[in-house]
């Protein structure tokens, strides 16, 4: 079974300049996650989407940060403009619903560093 | 709100030596807890998880025990090798307090030395 993938692996920006990461969950999870773990902490929860729908982003950023899940398959995270303190790991997970959504499969994620 | 206290690293064992990471939660509720494991330049993978008090996870090794009178869920292993190098993060998932979502601590580095 294909795991959670996501791209770019890395990306080198400069500060007030534009980012997006792809994610593709594992085929038939219906829940999908973005979390942000800064250097030296855990992952963070950014939004949580289930099929298409959201149903967390209270740590979202939206000033800056947006994400979308149009087909309820792949997700799409943005931050526009970026800043410094964004520099971090985005990771993508996926879960299946039927599972009570306790295992989340994690991607490996896409290294951010703003300049 | 909830919270995950695992202990600071780094830690530094010799191979074949017996390894504990401690750790406890704050929860309202009966979250489930978990431990994943991150090797270098590797994404998050589940190590082992409980869902109840009482209740033993285990997996290459590893275990971990849910306790509720202490919020404990301490990871353990009896001989580490130097494949197990990697960064340990407790977890928890406490559907009332935090709607689903995985609370993590801060993450311990494990370095294991032939």
């Known amino acids: 079974e294909a795991g959670v993938a996501q791209s770019p692996r890395y990306k080198i920006i400069e500060k007030r300049q534009s980012v997006a990461f792809w994610c593709n969950p594992i085929?038939?999870?219906?829940?999908l996650y973005w979390y942000q773990q800064i250097l030296g902490q855990g992952p963070k929860l950014l939004i949580q989407?289930?099929?298409?729908?959201?149903?967390?982003d209270s740590q979202l950023p939206k000033d800056r940060f947006s994400a979308e899940r149009l087909k309820g398959v792949d997700s799409t995270l943005k931050i526009q403009p970026a800043k410094l303190e964004d520099s971090a790991v985005y990771l993508c997970?996926?879960?299946?619903?039927?599972?009570?959504?306790?295992?989340?499969?994690f991607g490996p994620g896409t290294r951010l560093l703003v300049l | 709100g909830d919270s995950v206290t695992q202990m600071e690293g780094p830690v530094t064992l010799s191979e074949e030596a017996f390894l504990t990471i401690n750790c406890t939660y704050t929860?309202?509720?009966?979250?489930?807890l978990f431990w994943y494991v991150q090797y270098p330049g590797e994404g998050l993978q589940l190590l082992l998880k409980?869902?109840?008090?009482?209740d033993k996870g285990s997996n290459k090794g590893f275990e971990a025990t849910y306790r509720k009178e202490t919020t404990s869920f301490h990871l353990e292993k009896g001989s580490v090798q130097v494949s197990d190098s990697a960064v340990y993060f407790c977890?928890?998932?406490?559907?009332?307090?935090?709607?689903?979502?995985?609370?993590f601590g801060k993450g311990t580095k494990l370095s294991v030395k032939p």
């Open positions: 997970a996926s879960s299946f619903v039927g599972q009570g959504q306790e295992t989340q499969y």
């Open positions: 085929s038939g999870h219906a829940t």
């Open positions: 989407f289930q099929n298409n729908g959201v149903v967390d």
């Open positions: 929860a309202t509720g009966y979250p489930s």
């Open positions: 409980a869902t109840k008090a009482d």
């Open positions: 977890a928890l998932l406490n559907y009332g307090g935090s709607q689903g979502n995985l609370i």
